[in-house]
């Protein structure tokens, strides 16, 4: 089904042409085209004749998630904005264009990378230059005024001594005497003159260039004036919608009913149940619909549950890190466990959130001189909590999923569990105002609920540049796994 030829170009950028079938819409399924991947872009059209003049469709690889569905399809999305649904005629065909386009991937990355740095070293570069070429001037300019001065100094002594002896000449000498020191005075006079005049010039030439370009700063000077009043408008709006955000979310955690507190906890909980540490963190807002299939900015978000058989109870992973997971290693009874004993004791909330003052001004003061989209924000922001953290909160409500996994051959009813622990994460995101750390890369986040929820989860960020996170979790006949 496909012809495809890999080679490389002259930049050493992987370079591929070949047939593909991309998915159009349910009327017509899969529909044959020819793909070229070339500087970064994927493009695609009918057949090769269309290469001279029309392109159906091309996606950018610089934000683009590449994702493999099974031994022949593949996805790629650009922040869910365009997807392209492909398939191969084979296995080895598939893998050579994945691998081709995640080698174009990171080469068009590095390249926009080098590039940004380029155009941020460029502006200061240039001033630099251009303020030395300034400098030298007005240093050239102040040497040529020192040498007037010293030459006006020396020929106006010449002069004035001249015009003494003059003065000192007996009236009743010879007159070739006196027209001799008359003729030294002319000389000496006229070599003041030309100093003077010179002397002028140069003090004219420091002063328009000393204007010119005082002018020219004084100008900078207004413009990086206007540029930290914004500034600091800014950063005091950001404050006050922040305080009214904090106030807000007081009033409305305040507000809520013994109800929406019965729901918020889980079923079978001990008295310290970690599900209290989940909800009572300060609220973030993020964003919705993190299961979607257009997922957030860095590409689609797959999420799959696969329903087992309740009898055999899954075991836990023979590979644990940790203590805490040694001791709670094995297979989970279906009752939870009494905190009593060596049971776990967990704390019931998390601390209050300290009140730390915000100094606008010390904000103001790290942010003078920087870009507004590199400007950081404050950590106060923040809640204390990774977002690898936010991402298990989505098993606050795992009872649905045992009770999905215990419908037997009722799949309708299985669905509705299923869809009803679907939107159950949302749950905690009414009344969050603050966004979690971003984890670094390789960092992991494992939950281990199997003594009281019969589940245990560990979660990875697994690419830092697009920022991606995969998770997989494990309970009672169920198991679940998501990326996005």
């Known amino acids: 089904m496909s012809n495809s030829e890999a080679s490389q170009q002259q930049q050493g950028e992987p370079e591929m042409k070949g047939w593909l079938a991309k998915w159009t819409n349910y009327l017509k399924g899969y529909q044959k085209r020819w793909f070229v991947l070339s500087n970064g872009l994927l493009s695609y059209y009918r057949n090769q004749a269309e290469m001279a003049h029309t392109c159906r469709g091309t996606i950018s690889l610089v934000s683009a998630v590449i994702h493999t569905e099974d031994s022949c399809n593949f996805v790629i999305s650009n922040g869910g904005t365009q997807t392209f649904h492909l398939k191969a005629s084979n296995e080895i065909e598939r893998q050579k264009w994945v691998t081709a386009l995640e080698l174009a991937k990171a080469r068009a990355v590095r390249m926009m990378e080098s590039e ?20 030298r001037l007005l240093h050239v ?24 002896e003059l003065e000192q000449l007996d009236p009743g000498g010879g007159a070739a005497e006196l027209a001799t020191r008359v003729r030294a005075v002319n000389e000496r006079a006229t070599l003041f003159r030309i100093t003077s005049t010179a002397m002028m010039n140069a003090c004219s030439e420091y002063v328009q260039l000393a204007q010119s370009q005082g002018r020219k700063w004084v100008r900078m000077l207004q413009h990086e004036h206007e540029q930290c009043l914004r500034l600091q408008e800014m950063v005091e709006q950001l404050a006050k919608q922040h305080s009214s955000l904090e106030r807000a979310a007081q009033e409305a955690s305040g507000a809520h009913s013994d109800d929406e507190e019965f729901f918020d906890a889980p079923e079978h909980s001990s008295p310290g149940g970690e599900h209290h540490h989940f909800l009572a963190s300060e609220p973030p807002h993020r964003p919705k619909h993190r299961r979607s299939a257009s997922g957030l900015s860095s590409g689609p978000s797959d999420s799959d549950s696969e329903l087992e058989p309740p009898p055999p109870p899954v075991s836990s992973p023979s590979a644990a890190s940790g203590p805490t997971v040694d001791r709670s290693e094995g297979a989970p009874p279906p009752p939870p466990l009494p905190a009593t004993g060596g049971g776990r004791q967990r704390r019931t909330r998390i601390p209050e959130k300290p009140s730390c003052s915000l100094s606008l001004w010390s904000i103001m003061k790290n942010c003078i001189g920087k870009e507004l989209t590199k400007i950081p924000m404050p950590v106060n922001f923040n809640e204390p909590l990774s977002t690898l953290q936010r991402l298990t909160e989505d098993y606050e409500y795992s009872e649905l999923l045992d009770q999905a996994a215990q419908c037997g051959e009722d799949a309708a009813l299985q669905l509705v569990y299923v869809a009803a622990f679907a939107v159950s ?3 905690t995101t009414a009344n969050r105002t603050g966004k979690p750390f971003n984890p670094l890369l390789g960092e992991t986040y494992e939950c281990d609920r199997r003594d009281d929820f019969g589940w245990r989860s560990i979660s990875e960020q697994v690419s830092h540049h697009p920022p991606m996170l995969a998770q997989y979790c494990e309970g009672r006949g169920w198991r679940c796994w998501q990326e996005f």
């Open 425 to 427: 994460s949302y749950a």
């Open 141 to 164: 300019k102040l040497e040529d005024l020192s040498m007037c001065s010293e030459l006006i100094n020396k020929h106006g002594t010449a002069l004035q001594r001249s015009l003494s």
């Open 116 to 135: 940004e740095d380029e155009e941020l070293d460029m502006p200061s570069q240039l001033d630099k230059c251009e303020l030395l070429t300034v400098l």
